[in-house]
């Protein structure tokens, strides 16, 4: 006699991997919004990263539906990786703590996942500003991150980063490759991993909101200026590392937009916590561009002009 159908034997099961360090304020409503996913077909792994507050009770009032892994504080990174050392499942999802999942987000992701080719699906997000447990979502401030690009990923994000890691879902096997997440940084990591993955492997996305994003002066990538220059030193390391002339071509590029981010910051008064950063941004820009600086700065300017002008009429 054959074993009852279960959902898992053919869709396959999705760890869900949410790292959180004090935040029992929040970490509750993004639970939840992993345990009530119409996708049938799921492990939460919570990794508690030293918590001091009441985090750690406000987890294990979900009992069995959690499976909870305590580390000692190493940031976000380290806890992510710990997660992915307990998962089961061969696609993995990750949530934030403070951010929110809309019930359907796995269900219109996996099927994407049936192309081989793919090895990461994302979507778009809904930015939110401080929302309460049971504020209405018509309540909340909020609007969509950049647009996202399907085709030839790893060349999208030469531009920014569209890819919000809340929605993510990716293959195991992809994570495996690069070795997980750089621990180098306690910001932008999550960047330097997709670009990784991009080099290798095909994007998908859902053409619609799938989460909602907190924006909030406690969250780790707030400090705009000191983001950007995370992402320098990580990209710059990763430079250094590479052999292959067109993946170094890639990141030279790459790196010089995130200088004349890091400018654009400098000047708006939103990089205060970076010291020098404009000698910075000029001292990065000039040494990745060469010969090529004024034809990459008006690229540079005509991408942020249709960014803008996409933004304003979408």
């Not at 991150?145 to 990716?170: I, K, M, Q």
């Not at 969250?219 to 000191?226: A, E, Y």
Request: charge should be positive; charged fraction near 20%.
């Amino acid at each position: 006699m054959s074993a009852p159908y279960h959902p898992c034997d053919h869709q396959g099961l999705v760890s869900v991997i949410l790292a959180v360090h004090n935040r029992e304020d929040s970490v509750g409503r993004a639970i939840k919004s992993v345990l009530t996913q119409t996708y049938p077909c799921v492990e939460l792994i919570v990794v508690d990263d030293g918590s001091t507050d009441g985090t750690r009770s406000v987890v294990e009032r979900f009992n069995a539906g959690v499976k909870l892994v305590s580390l000692p504080h190493a940031g976000v990174y380290a806890a992510r990786n710990a997660g992915l050392r307990h998962a089961r499942g061969k696609l993995i999802a990750f949530i934030d703590s403070d951010d929110a999942w809309f019930s359907d987000k796995l269900a219109a992701q996996v099927p994407l996942m049936n192309r081989p080719e793919i090895g990461l699906v994302f979507a778009d997000v809904v930015h939110v500003t401080a929302p309460r447990e049971q504020a209405p979502r018509t309540g909340l401030t909020s609007f969509c991150v950049a647009p996202p690009r399907r085709d030839e990923a790893v060349r999208g994000l030469l531009w920014c980063n569209f890819v919000p890691t809340s929605t993510v879902l990716v293959r195991r096997r992809c994570l495996d490759v690069i070795g997980g997440f750089s621990e180098a940084s306690e910001v932008s990591a999550d960047y330097l991993a997709w670009f990784r993955i991009a080099l290798r492997d095909e994007f998908d996305y859902v053409e619609r909101p799938l989460a909602e994003y907190t924006i909030h002066s406690g969250g780790i990538s707030f400090d705009l200026g000191v983001a950007l220059s995370a992402r320098i030193a990580l990209f710059s390391a990763e430079l250094a590392q590479t052999d292959d002339p067109k993946t170094g071509a890639m990141l030279r590029r790459l790196i010089f937009n995130l200088s004349l981010h890091l400018a654009l910051a400098a000047v708006r008064g939103r990089a205060g916590n970076v010291r020098h950063p404009l000698p910075l941004a000029w001292r990065t820009a000039r040494n990745t561009a060469e010969l090529k600086f004024a034809q990459w700065t008006i690229a540079f300017a005509a991408n942020q002009l249709r960014t803008r002008v996409r933004r304003l009429f979408s």
